[in-house]
């Protein structure tokens, strides 16, 4: 009986797995919003994982959105996009799970918090604490 439990329990877990991995390499191309004004940008550097791209902090109509563009990391299992005031992210801003690990994405932000407190876009796996890659903005 544990056996059997076991074999299901395990199946699961890699299929699981493997969606989730299947979907995170999607490449994503968002639209960027109409008369996005450029506030901030810095390109990404790798830490623990290859990572490339861009990040710009753009303002439209009022409302700010955190845009990732020619954007390329490794998959991971639950990867985040922060706002952050160090590459440790001893203090952040979750922007949300990361849409995919390629592609170009359009995050919108609620409540901008003060770019120059949290100048660094981090790719972090929360569930192992892993910086994948980071960019500076100025």
Same mark, same amino acid.
């Not at 390499?25 to 990404?44: H, Q, R």
């Not at 901008?112 to 960019?135: H, K, R, T």
């Given at each position: 009986?544990?056996? =059997?439990?076991? +074999?299901?329990?395990?199946?699961?877990?890699?299929?699981? +797995?493997?969606?989730?991995?299947?979907? =995170?390499?999607?490449?994503?191309?968002?639209? %960027?919003?109409?008369?996005? %004004?450029?506030?901030?940008?810095?390109?990404?550097?790798? =830490?623990?994982?290859?990572?490339?791209?861009?990040?710009?902090?753009?303002?439209?109509?009022?409302?700010?959105?955190? %845009?990732?563009?020619?954007?390329?990391?490794?998959?991971?299992?639950?990867?985040k996009?922060?706002? =952050?005031?160090?590459?440790?992210?001893?203090?952040?801003?979750?922007?949300?799970?990361?849409?995919?690990?390629?592609?170009?994405?359009?995050?919108?932000?609620?409540?901008?918090?003060?770019?120059?407190?949290?100048?660094?876009?981090l %790719?972090? +796996?929360?569930?192992?604490?892993?910086?994948?890659?980071?960019?500076?903005l100025?």
């Amino acid at each position: 009986m544990k056996s =059997a439990l076991l +074999c299901v329990l395990y199946t699961f877990l890699f299929i699981s +797995c493997s969606k989730e991995k299947e979907t =995170a390499s999607d490449t994503l191309n968002d639209i %960027i919003p109409a008369n996005s %004004i450029e506030l901030y940008g810095g390109d990404f550097v790798s =830490a623990a994982h290859p990572t490339s791209g861009k990040a710009r902090l753009v303002s439209s109509q009022g409302k700010w959105y955190m %845009i990732l563009e020619n954007f390329s990391t490794d998959p991971g299992p639950d990867l985040k996009l922060y706002l =952050a005031n160090n590459q440790a992210a001893a203090k952040f801003v979750n922007l949300g799970n990361l849409k995919s690990s390629k592609g170009q994405q359009v995050y919108a932000i609620s409540g901008m918090p003060d770019p120059n407190e949290y100048p660094y876009v981090l %790719i972090w +796996c929360q569930q192992f604490s892993v910086l994948f890659g980071v960019a500076r903005l100025s």
